[in-house]
């Protein structure tokens, strides 16, 4: 102490002055403790766990940043192999303390299931057990554990009080549960009586819904509906710029308007323009030199029972860029994959040729 207050009053840096009751190493400085460390070598094994149970429970409790060291401690007595059952029973749940202190909640059913095993009667373990399936929300597991320690116990005001806490947070998450349930069973009944009715449209302007051609088409969101007002339909679309290997999905496209009318979105009138898609490096998508396709009876319709009166011939059919879409999806060789699907590609161009030449039936 002479020196620590000599040192202030000089001046002296004081950053590597030890004490011994503040030192990170505490133990290795610490006459009194460095005395039991010399009596666990002396004595018996059950001696020497229970004093490094002794050590580990001043580690736990002095602050957080020595809970590591509890840990060990905790560790070395249980491995130095007691034939005292419960006392080993109180290491394994005093090292729970420990974790569950940390929030280590798996680790704290452990040790406590161990400490259990070795002392039926550990009521420490029964209930740091309990608290750690509550911290991880497994609450019907905390229910069990508090069950087994009330079979021993059955007037413990604690376990008691903690089975009433319990019981009602289960009781709560049920019924979100089933509150969620529900919401989600009115949505779906919603979507479904919503489904029907575009469906009945549909049908009525004479188009008729294929399978998907790609998978990847699923990770795109949007629905068909019939505007309940203005009683159009409305659809998601997928284009292609298969030149670049992109594509553009439009989320809803009213059936009354045309596929320029997006296009001109999409992209710039002239080479001129200083904002083309950031692909386009050679400038030649432009709204007047691009033209439209689709894929004639591409799939399947999912009812087999929809036929249409055109060829059933695969080809590609051009689209005018003026035609609204409801008419394109009502032509006789349409069958709209899931979604409708359009191919953009540039006029004149070797890869409209390519395109075109494409063996549709391969």
């Not at 740091?128 to 597991?141: F, P, Q, Y």
């Not at 509150?179 to 009945?200: F, N, V």
């Amino acid at each position: 102490m002479e020196e620590l207050v000599e040192g202030f009053a000089k001046g002296i840096d004081l950053t590597n002055f030890k004490h011994p009751l503040l030192s990170d190493e505490m133990e290795d400085e610490n006459e009194l403790l460095q005395a039991i460390k010399n009596i666990d070598e002396e004595g018996t094994v059950e001696e020497e766990a229970e004093n490094l149970k002794w050590r580990a429970n001043e580690q736990f409790r002095m602050n957080k940043y020595r809970w590591d060291k509890a840990l060990d401690l905790y560790e070395q007595a249980i491995k130095r192999g007691s034939s005292d059952t419960k006392a080993v029973s109180t290491y394994y749940s005093n090292r729970a303390a420990v974790n569950l202190s940390l929030g280590n909640n798996r680790k704290v059913i452990q040790d406590c299931s161990e400490a259990i095993k070795l002392d039926k009667n550990n009521m420490k373990a029964y209930w740091r057990a309990c608290k750690a399936a509550s911290g991880l929300d497994k609450l019907k597991e905390a229910l069990e554990w508090i069950g087994k320690a009330l079979e021993i116990d059955p007037k413990n005001k604690d376990f008691i009080q903690e089975k009433n806490k319990v019981e009602k947070k289960l009781k709560e998450k049920r019924d979100l549960k089933k509150k969620k349930l529900q919401e989600l069973k009115a949505a779906l009944e919603l979507k479904k009586g919503k489904g029907a009715i575009a469906m009945d449209a549909i049908c009525q302007r004479g188009i008729v819904l294929g399978r998907t051609l790609y998978d990847t088409q699923r990770q795109y969101e949007g629905e068909i509906y019939l505007h309940s007002e203005t009683k159009e339909l409305h659809w998601p679309i997928l284009f292609l710029y298969d030149e670049h290997h992109q594509s553009e999905f439009v989320q809803d496209v009213n059936e009354n308007d045309s596929l320029g009318d997006h296009l001109e979105y999409m992209f710039p009138p002239t080479s001129k323009d200083p904002n083309p898609p950031a692909w386009d490096t050679e400038k030649k998508y432009r709204t007047g030199d691009l033209e439209i396709y689709f894929e004639a009876n591409c799939t399947e319709p999912i009812d087999p029972k929809q036929k249409k009166n055109g060829s059933m011939k695969k080809r590609w059919i051009k689209v005018k860029q003026t035609t609204p879409l409801k008419t394109i999806l009502s032509h006789p060789d349409c069958i709209v994959p899931g979604i409708p699907v359009f191919y953009v590609v540039v006029a004149n161009s070797p890869f409209r040729k390519a395109l075109l030449e494409r063996d549709l039936n391969s």
